[in-house]
């Protein structure tokens, strides 16, 4: 059972590259989330999905697309990246609970990205 | 949307209780109550969660008041290994995570 993983680590971009982040779960969860954490800052979120072939957007979408094709995958991509976009981005999902149980949110081990 | 106000900083002393205090004016009644834990170059990592009153698990307690605007996360005897990042959220369970906000959090310091 390896969690949440994210691909890949580290990566480069020059500005107007563009790129597509991955994650992956393997505990059958419905929701997804993607977000990003600039120094000393608190985690933003970019977009979720709250089952598959859903998505919509969260506090920080612009610049952002994402797609959920498959119950354990949530892509992030990138069109034109930019140096604002330069960021550690987290991945994280979590069970559909109601109320009373509790919620909890697994995160992926986190990838960082540089845009020059 | 409810947002939480935390403490930036704190130090403690290895072996001593922390306590580190939230405050959330603004929650509804739907909202728990949660604390997340951050290492240097990891993802966060669920503490503790809550609804009222008070919360007890194998690595720490949760206090709640009746009214419900605040809320503290009490550590017992930490060590260097507690030295972290500690996010309070509030939301509403039931609509998942679009609605919560991590902030800035707290950053704690355990000192030998």
């Known amino acids: 059972n390896a969690g949440v993983t994210q691909t890949p680590k580290f990566r480069v971009l020059k500005t107007g590259q563009s790129m597509t982040l991955l994650c992956a779960q393997d505990?059958?969860?419905?929701?997804m989330y993607w977000y990003r954490q600039d120094p000393g800052m608190g985690l933003r979120l970019i977009h979720y999905?709250?089952?598959?072939?859903?998505?919509a957007k969260g506090e920080v979408p612009d610049g952002y697309n994402v797609s959920r094709l498959k119950k354990q995958n949530f892509l992030l991509g990138l069109e034109s990246a930019a140096p604002s976009q330069t960021s550690v981005y987290f991945c994280?999902?979590?069970?559909?609970f109601g109320t009373g149980r509790v919620y909890e949110q697994y995160f992926g081990p986190g990838t960082r990205l540089t845009v020059t | 949307l409810a947002k939480t106000t935390q403490p930036i900083s704190m130090d403690s002393y290895e072996g001593q209780e922390v306590n580190i205090t939230c405050s959330h004016n603004?929650?509804?009644?739907?909202?728990?109550i949660t604390w997340y834990q951050q290492f240097p170059s990891q993802g966060p990592r669920f503490i503790i969660q809550?609804?009222?009153t008070k919360v007890t698990n194998e690595v720490a307690s949760l206090f709640i008041p009746a009214d419900r605007k605040s809320s503290t996360l009490s550590l017992p005897r930490v060590s260097l290994s507690d030295t972290a990042v500690y996010y309070c959220?509030?939301?509403?369970?039931?609509?998942?995570?679009?609605?919560?906000?991590f902030g800035t959090g707290t950053r704690l310091t355990v000192i030998p």
């Open positions: 959220l509030v939301g509403d369970m039931e609509t998942g995570a679009n609605n919560l906000f």
């Open positions: 603004n929650i509804a009644t739907n909202d728990y």
């Open positions: 809550g609804y009222k």
């Open positions: 994280a999902s979590s069970s559909d």
């Open positions: 505990m059958n969860h419905e929701y």
């Open positions: 999905s709250v089952g598959e072939g859903t998505t």
